[in-house]
């Protein structure tokens, strides 16, 4: 069944599948059709290079958390492919891991570029390559995991938050005889530069003993446990379940998840999942188009984007030396705006509250996340009015028009329908007899408000 | 003026970004406050669980009444190397090169040292500090996320969509929701504050208007919120909580900003610091009050300004300690005595009004896995206060007779240590909190 090309569905899909669309793009995808702009959405042909923040030639000098959040921004916001951004970052929050823990920025900055290479393809692929990543292993121990005294930290969250769900097909003994399985995965050091650059099986760590996982009995190694879980229904329905709990916000029906598990089965593989999500008529539904709170990276990412506002670009020189340069340039803070922003409004790349990720839903709407809105509503307002981004001097010629001016705001943030209450207050905010007092107002309240804090 | 909203002062750091902005509201007149509306709002689903909302009350806490204050030592505290069993083989037969050295604890009777907490060891002799053995629950997971969710909700039913102290605190505003009677700082949503509307949680420093210059300035700058926060009929429950939650934002700035404007600003005190290495563990490195010290002086201050709110809730996050637990479990444990002799000594002669009840999602294994423990079941809990009922309570569970797992046998239900709190704290029956039949514990006189 085809899914109405209406703008209010083109906006719903770009505002879940991507970070959102501008005016012009939610048009060209109505005018497409949802099937095909699902197609080209997930279609991986135009998607740049991850590139890297910049490092010395000679290697040793890495870069730090700051550059990293300013890379990761840079490409979210300019990506020619954003749907393949917002699954990568999606399943950054699946494999929670912190640099608080790890502590090298590039570890991070290299499983990130492993979640967006590994992110369209085979579920089985992935979770071959996140037991095997660095930063990873540093997070959940799996370094201190050794034959006689296997750690159960990783082995339990693989298959608890990874790929099968608390409760779901596995027991305690599974989680004892994966982390024996686990054991002697080690890492691998650079010296003289002191750099984890992998991981490897070292034999003299490993339990080479007999396991008894999934109802099995053999000499399993990781790679082993890995394969027998991605055969498992409760992988399968978890899989499903998550993308659903991330991208249509809601809880899904068993009809639902049951559809989703069919499709991923076949290959295991996720571009086909996500495809058949984002055609479902479920997820096209007033519950689901209600239902979910955008975190705030996605609104920063998406208010960069359709507002056409700056980041700099750390990929050719050090952070250092740009902030360094910026210090002498007019406005030149702006294009680091995005940098400590992420403070503000709670959440940090590379850095989640822990293994499970970030928050869903209302946890953004208490008074720390109300608040957070607000003020970074209004920073981002102070930013636009002074002249930043390309939609600056449209909203200025709209000065003194505020009727036209808020639809303009809450068009540019990509919303297509609003609330009278909505409406209303972005109208008096922006009916400041002072223009860029005007534009402040306008966009922050337009911010904080549910048409763009919901996705 | 305009000069410097064109942010053209060079080099624009931040501060003084920041600074352009205050700028700006303080020059655009000032519309009315924001309107108060939730008590007019519609009830969502979880609102008719519980009867309306209403704003804030304007009383404060009454002579008499007590204040709760609980820390959650997040990721599950290691019970045996906090209360150290003396002269116990089988002990050092689990914990083997993890074992704390009887010497470095602080021996408050003939079976268990105190390890790293020498405040909470002086609040011991005082009668002052209850210790409760072998808190859990039946059916644990092991998992973090559920037990914390079990915890929260202070049920192991995952249909309930409230928290415990939620529920406790509706009990003590007589049926009706005062969202303000308890709150949160940090940056992790409280759910078990939750009663079906936003749970307030207390923003970090200078993310919410706490002087009246900045409250004005905000209301300046946020023209148009009175409107915003209007419900609208179209607004699906997540919207509404949208509009709910900012509405909030600016009651909690009345409450708090007041009662904190003129505070004088954390300051690392002697007592917040070992100043140097400290007996308790080898290395180099000194232990501070740290986040958890700043947290729970600000409640302090909250608490000496009078403020109504009956329960605060803070989270000491880190301990899941599976790695280098010889490292990291000493300097947790020490943070949080520390953090808590900072907390009274702020509170001057308030302290004798205030109940500190930790809780943690499990304990940790029994055995040592070569660098630390892994997730277990049966953990300890502290009471901390003039009115904790000092001593021990609840059975300790047996350290060589163990479930299928190789985990302690829990024998303090985890609903029987919160009913007690609830109970002695706030006069609110256990089993109208939890579920019926919990028998409270004494913990709390």
Redesign the interface.
Known sequence: MDIAPTLDNAAHLLRRAAWGGTPQEIEAAASAGIEAAVASLLDPSDAPDAGSPYRSTTGDAAFGDSALQLWWYHLAVNSATPALERLAWFWHGHFATSIDKVEYADLMHAQLVMLRREGLGRFDDLLEAITHDTAMNLY??LH?S?V??????FA?ELM??FSMG??HGYT??D??QAARALTGYGLVLVEPQYRYVGTELKPEFHDFGQKLFLGRIGNFDGSDIVAAIVERPECHRFVCGRLWHRYAGTVPSEAVVGDLAAVFREDLLISDVLAALLTHPEFYS??VK????AQPVELLVRTWRNFGLDILDVRDRPYDALSAA????????MPFALE?LGW?V?QRIANP????GW?H???W???????????VG??V??LI???AGAVSRNLHALAGRPHQLAEAVLRQFGVVSW????F???????G?D?P??AI???V??AF???EV??A | MTEELKCSPSPLTRRRFLGAAAGLGAMVAAPPMITRIRDRQEATRAERQLGPVVQASSRRVEAGELVVVTIQQGGGNDYLNTLVPLNSGAYRDLRRDGAVQEENTVRIDNEYGLFAMPYLASQWDLGDLAIVHGVGRDGSTLSHFDETDVWERGDTDYDTQTGWLGRALHAVANGRGDSLLGMSLGDLSPAMLAPGWNPVALPEYGNIPWTAEDRESWSSAAKGFDRLVQPDRADSPLAAAVRNGQSLVFELADLVGPALENRVEYVEEPQMSTGGPDRFFSGEEYVNAGELGEQLVIIADLINAGVPTRAFHVQQGGYDTHGDQADSHPQLIRQLDMAIEAFHNRLGSNAEKVVIATWTEFGRTPEWNGSGTDHGTAGMQFVVGRHAVGGHHGEPPSLTNFDGDGNFIVTTDFRSYLGGVVEGAFGVAAGDVFDANTRALEVVS
């Not at chain 1, 509250?353 to 499970?356: F, R, T």
């Open positions: 959940l121990d201190l050794q006689g005294n296997p750690n159960e930290n339990r608890e938050l608390a409760g305690q003994t989680v004892e007033d519950d209600w239902g979910l709170v910026a210090e002498d340039v007019e406005g030149g803070w400590w503000d709670g509250p822990n293994v499970g928050g839903n209302e946890f709407l208490d008074t720390n996340g109300s608040s957070a809105r607000v003020r209004r920073e307002g102070h009015a002074s002249g609330s009278a209450s909505t209303d207050a972005v109208v008096a905010a922006a400041d002072w860029d007092a402040v107002s306008a922050s309240t904080a408000s549910p804090t919901l």
